[in-house]
């Protein structure tokens, strides 16, 4: 069974940077597609970006040209590099397969941006 471990979240002032990391365990990794997911106060979980098995990657209209999504295979991560941070940017974020069927999700990394 997959187990996916987020970190690197944290508190950072509008306009700072983070990078969030996710290391699933299992043996699919490198065949997968990963996506990065957040969930702020009283919203649903979305999508904030998706990378291919090979390396194809998209973004949702409100971090495009802010965030990168990257990949390591050898290392089962997928990493969320943040710029430009603004305090919509906040939550809980997670990664997962991207579109589905999903694995168990993780306890996910938190992002605070202050203002």
């Known amino acids: 069974q997959v187990q996916l471990v987020e970190s690197g979240g944290g508190l950072v002032q509008a306009g700072g940077s983070l990078t969030l990391s996710c290391t699933a365990s299992?043996?699919?990794?490198?065949?997968?597609?990963w996506g990065w997911y957040r969930q702020g106060p009283g919203n649903e979980r979305e999508l904030v970006a998706g990378i291919t098995a090979w390396h194809s990657t998209s973004y949702a209209d409100f971090v495009k040209g802010r965030f990168a999504i990257s990949r390591d295979n050898a290392k089962s991560s997928v990493y969320l590099q943040m710029n430009s941070l603004r305090p919509e940017d906040a939550g809980l974020y997670f990664c997962?397969?991207?579109?589905?069927?999903?694995?168990?999700w993780g306890q996910g990394t938190q992002v605070t941006v202050s203002s």
């Open positions: 997962n397969t991207l579109g589905g069927p999903y694995v168990s």
């Open positions: 299992g043996s699919i990794f490198s065949i997968v597609a």
